[in-house]
């Protein structure tokens, strides 16, 4: 198989009311059936049933929402997926969410349906009913896809001066015994106000892996939420390595449900943010099987007024015994008004398990700093010896070598920037 994809969407319309009022005004469409369109009557109701969260939520403590819900946005032309892949093989399948859905086998259907059931994230919620078409990439039994599929959340060409959204969608489906390596890129540079609101699927069969790599950058001054919902079954292994750099208002969580024992998943985030920059970062690890791990290690570097939440939870259920799980938070603050907000948290109602959570702020350390002074080198350059060390860690694990190449260039320029003032 071979194209490339631009997930267009059918039409677009002028928004006139502010972004709390036109989501409530959503409709189903008149011609649109089966599952996929009951699903998303199904998010709507869901949606009006919990409505948007405010300050008292605790989810949402840190964040001020109103400047996006108090805007008029005009919905983009197009839902912000492209990728360009060449040449596939046969066992991967990549279509619009629309026209797979429906050739999905039912388990796979009844999954997203059980996930929307539950939802609790009311932007995924609107995601799911908002967006005209999403994209579903369907990995067939025992493959092994030797290179990395990459995907980017593009930012549409704007074509008036007033802000506007998109609703980017995938949805991945590995089958039993798959291995494969995504990355997701999310980069803008452009000036024009706007809000991504994106949605990711993934559900792992038997056996099946996935190396995600989830980038973030050049987003200075937008709002971008993301969301990214993996369900594991027996035996299967999720890692993911995201970087986040900046954002006027950036949210991403990523939930993982263990549905399969014996399944892993290793979570890893680097952020690195400045001015007034505010990211929220959540993740939750469900144990509702036994002999699972989870392992979660987020570092952040903070410079100016910037401000970031880092809220990780861990459940393990009555039933989910011989559950393993590691949460660790480290961050990195560089001036006096920046902030962090971290909350590592165990939820664990088995007996038989090994959890452990932790978090370590603070800055840089002045008697390696006086070290390295005392053997001649600058104080600008020993800061940003000590501070890409400190990044290195989550760096080094991405994979393949030139995105980790890339990732690291980008992180040096941009700490290069912060370490002069």
Known sequence: MTGKYLIMNKEMKINSKPYREEVLKWKPEPTAGGELARIREQAFHRFQELGFPTRQHEAWKYIYLDSILNTVYTPASASGIETDQGSLPSSVRISSLESGFEKLPHVYQNWLKNRIAVEENVFSLINEFQNKEGLLVFYSKNMILERSLQFSLTVPEPSGSEPFIFYPRICFVLEEGVKAEVILNHSSFTQHPYFM?????????????????????????TSAFMKIAATLQKK??????????????????????????????????????????????????????????????????????????????????????????RQLNRNLILSDKARIYSRPQLKIYADDVKCSHGAATGQLDDSELFYLRSRGISKEQARLMMTLAFAEEVIQLIEPKTLRDEIEKIVKKELEGIVKH
């Open 236 to 325: 299967s292994r999720f890692e993911m390595i995201s970087f986040t750099q900046g954002g006027l208002t950036s949210r991403q969580e990523t939930q993982v449900d263990f549905r399969g024992s014996e399944a892993s998943c290793h979570l890893k985030n680097l952020s690195v943010l400045r001015g007034v920059s505010r990211f929220y970062q959540h993740a939750t690890a469900n144990h509702y099987a036994g002999e699972c791990q989870s392992n979660q290690l987020f570092k952040t570097i903070l410079a100016g007024e910037a401000q970031s939440e880092v809220n990780s939870l861990v459940h393990v259920v009555r039933d989910a015994q011989k559950s393993e799980s």
């Open 197 to 221: 609101n994106a949605m990711v699927d993934i559900y792992l069969a038997e056996g099946a892996e996935l190396r995600l790599s989830s980038i973030q950058h050049g987003i200075a001054d």
